[in-house]
């Protein structure tokens, strides 16, 4: 089964900007998507961005023009650039890769906190 690690939250000021990654324990094969998502206490876990199979971003509406999602398919490895932060961007973030013929696969998380 495949392990999926993230890497890169913190404790960044408003405005700032950080970068997740996440890695797979091995090559993956017949992915659907790859991509983040995240979860704030008290709130469900919501899509982030995500990145099809194709190549295709989509990005939540509240995240638009601050992040961009990109991919490394030969390693296995999905990354999310954040600028302009905000603190409303402060959540546990999950990597998730969606397989086209067996359930999806979830990092352990890694915390991001925005504040000043």
């Known amino acids: 089964q495949v392990q999926l690690v993230e890497s890169g939250g913190g404790l960044v000021q408003p405005g700032g900007s950080l970068r997740l990654s996440c890695a797979a324990s091995k090559s993956i094969f017949s992915v659907n998507t790859m991509g983040w998502y995240r979860q704030a206490p008290g709130k469900q876990r919501e899509m982030v961005a995500l990145?099809?199979?194709?190549?295709?971003?989509n990005y939540a509406d509240s995240v638009k023009g601050r992040f961009t999602i990109s991919r490394d398919i030969a390693a296995s490895t999905v990354s999310l650039q954040m600028n302009s932060l905000k603190p409303e961007d402060t959540a546990v973030y999950y990597c998730?890769?969606?397989?086209?013929?067996?359930?999806?696969?979830w990092g352990q998380g890694t915390q991001v906190t925005v504040s000043s």
């Open positions: 990145i099809t199979r194709t190549g295709v971003p």
């Open positions: 998730n890769v969606q397989f086209m013929f067996r359930a999806d696969a």
